[in-house]
């Protein structure tokens, strides 16, 4: 029986963008930067689909993804430089997700002693049992919610020596931008590497300059956002 193997293509993309806001505690505007990747996959027939045209198509698909996720406000964290708060928004959220990740993981766990409990301690008769599981699984949930929100962000100033690498003010920005210029940089990716954070080795690793959900400043048209993404797009649509 003849059969048809397909082949994939898998290209990792990360986007890179700085957000500009206005503090919601002290009122002055800082950047940070959020980055995030995805690996776009296509696939083709052998010997019809070269792999010039199948990376065409998962960087067009790419586009779709990152113009989705840059509409969206309120992305990523980063900590105001001025008065060292992180926003009201940030932390909610990532207290959020830790609380589900605490009683996720600390329930799970608490299975296992429950279960010791049910079958080794009590009889199997024993109304006990049952009971005594599902009380280790609820203390353990509850464990496990305080000790994940040790790692989530925290309201009020954060401490002296804590150091977000991740935000700057508006002159850093500026001086970013005079050195990256003169090294020759994208700036947004320079920041990010600097920062401690990553970027594919191989794959396609996308510097979106800044985006301004302040309101309060005229970027020049080559740091925008939705301009590099316009520029992106147009590249990829020209790859013949
Ligand atoms: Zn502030």
């Not at 920062?195 to 080795?201: A, D, E, T, V």
């Not at 794959?203 to 300059?209: A, C, D, F, Q, V």
């Given at each position: 029986m003849p059969a048809i193997v397909y082949k994939q293509l898998d290209l990792p993309v990360?986007?890179?963008?700085?957000?500009r806001i206005n503090c919601e505690h002290c009122q002055q505007p800082y950047t940070y930067i959020v980055g995030k990747e995805k690996?776009?996959?296509?696939?083709?027939?052998?010997?019809?689909s070269n792999d010039h045209n199948m990376t065409t198509s998962a960087l067009k698909a790419s586009i779709k993804t990152i113009r989705k996720d840059c509409r969206k406000n309120k992305q990523g964290e980063g900590m105001c430089p001025h008065c060292r708060n992180y926003q009201n928004w940030m932390v909610?959220?990532?207290?959020r997700s830790k609380v589900i990740r605490g009683i996720f993981w600390g329930g799970l766990l608490g299975f296992i002693p429950g279960l010791i409990l049910w079958l080794g301690v009590f009889s199997e008769k024993s109304s006990l049992g049952p009971i005594s599981l599902g009380a280790m699984i609820v203390l353990c949930a509850i464990?496990?919610?305080?000790?994940?929100?040790?790692?989530?962000?925290?309201?009020?100033?954060?401490?002296?020596?804590?150091?977000?690498?991740?935000?700057?003010t508006d002159n850093a920005v500026l001086e970013?931008?005079?050195?990256?210029?003169?090294?020759?940089?994208?700036?947004?990716?320079?920041w990010h590497l600097?920062?401690?954070?990553?970027?594919?080795?191989?794959?396609?690793?996308?510097?979106?300059?800044f985006t301004d959900e302040s309101g309060t400043l005229d970027l020049p048209h080559e740091l925008?956002?939705?301009?590099?993404?316009?520029?992106?797009?147009?590249?990829?649509?020209?790859?013949?």
């Open positions: 990360a986007w890179v963008r700085g957000i690996v776009f996959s296509t696939t083709g027939v052998p010997l019809l909610a959220r990532s207290r464990l496990g919610v305080f000790i994940a929100l040790r790692w989530g962000l925290t309201y009020g100033p954060q401490p002296e020596n804590f150091e977000d690498a991740g935000s700057m970013l931008l005079r050195s990256s210029e003169e090294e020759e940089l994208d700036p947004i990716l320079a600097a920062s401690g954070r990553k970027l594919y080795q191989k794959g396609i690793n996308l510097g979106l300059g925008r956002t939705d301009y590099i993404l316009d520029q992106f797009e147009e590249s990829v649509n020209k790859r013949k």
